[in-house]
């Protein structure tokens, strides 16, 4: 009787080592849960209800970003959010793997306008 993990290939000529899932077990090309997992999730988004905003300088010359993270709902209901906030603060940005980047420094006009529209709001950083 052969178990489906003795089955699997280790390691493979031209590829080299094989990826496996560490919850299944299986090759990272075959393995279900790993697909489903990612489905459900959407990545750099904290899933606690809670939005963040942060100021945040790295990696772009020195110059300040004011981030908002973890705003629940669609993408669609996301950009509509930044559009909206970039006009309250009069400046640019936008919306990548639905976080929001408004430029400069705008943090307690967004916090005060995502607590009016009825967001938890937490400030993140210093």
Request: proline share 4%.
């Amino acid at each position: 009787m052969s178990d489906l993990r003795n089955d699997r290939p280790v390691y493979v000529t031209g590829i080299g080592r094989v990826k496996l899932c560490k919850r299944c077990g299986m090759p990272e090309s075959q393995c279900r849960c790993q697909r489903e997992r990612t489905a459900e999730v959407r990545p750099g988004v904290p899933r606690d209800g809670v939005v963040r905003v942060a100021l945040d300088r790295k990696g772009r010359g020195g110059k300040a970003v004011t981030l908002v993270m973890g705003v629940p709902g669609e993408s669609a209901e996301v950009t509509s959010l930044g559009q909206a906030l970039k006009k309250l603060c009069g400046s640019g940005g936008t919306v990548k793997d639905d976080v929001i980047e408004v430029q400069g420094d705008h943090r307690d006009r967004i916090v005060a306008r995502l607590t009016e529209l009825g967001y938890r709001v937490k400030r993140a950083g210093g």
